[in-house]
């Protein structure tokens, strides 16, 4: 080939290229929203890889192994030793036990007849379309009924329970409708004769006197 037509070649080339590297017209181009999902980073306070709402035992030393509940290894319950937990929730502005809770509290009460170390912890709570001057003694009418029933019909020393009463500040839904509110009119029922229950319950009981 001489050099004039190899030079001809070599412009056909370079323009062809040049033209595959034109700059795409993006005017009628639709863009695309990417939505990044948005991560919920739940509290640890006391940095024992359990968040807050799940730990049992809060406030335990740094670097202490723990278990599924954030408590030390250590207060681990034996083989003889067990925790049950109930809730009872209520009609508005009613503190009568609801019938299908009587089962949940038979078993309650047949086990700490069973086992005489056992000790109870009742919480009481109302929602906040409930809580209003002349119900502020609602939530305390709903863990004494509860109280009541194991102690009358089970025969349990009224020592080996202790209650706690409050209003509409500890909610587990949300309280701007009914379904949440219907949830948060309720009492916690907690029986146990695990070692660091039993501790928290002695605790209590001599922080009251």
């Avoid at 030079?7 to 595959?20: R, S």
């Amino acid at each position: 080939m001489n050099v004039k037509l190899w030079t001809i070649a070599t412009v056909m080339i370079g323009a062809l290229a040049l033209t595959g590297c034109q700059t795409a017209d993006l005017s009628n181009q639709k863009i695309k929203t990417i939505n990044m999902p948005i991560v919920s980073i739940s509290l640890d306070s006391d940095g024992d890889g359990v968040a807050d709402e799940l730990d049992l035992c809060p406030g335990t030393p740094y670097n202490m192994v723990v278990d599924p509940n954030g408590c030390p290894a250590s207060l681990l319950p034996d083989e003889n030793s067990f925790k049950m937990e109930a809730r009872a929730f209520y009609n508005e502005n009613s503190s009568e036990i609801k019938s299908q809770y009587y089962e949940e509290l038979n078993r309650l009460g047949e086990r700490m007849q069973q086992r005489s170390e056992a000790i109870s912890i009742i919480d009481g709570h109302i929602s906040k379309r409930e809580d209003h001057t002349t119900n502020q003694t609602l939530s305390k009418e709903r863990v004494e009924g509860v109280k009541n029933y194991l102690i009358l019909k089970y025969k349990i020393a009224p020592n080996r329970i202790k209650t706690f009463y409050y209003g509409s500040e500890r909610p587990i839904a949300p309280d701007d409708n009914a379904e949440g509110s219907d949830l948060n009119q309720r009492v916690y029922i907690m029986i146990s004769n695990a070692e660091y229950d039993v501790e928290r319950f002695k605790k209590i009981e001599n922080d009251d006197k």
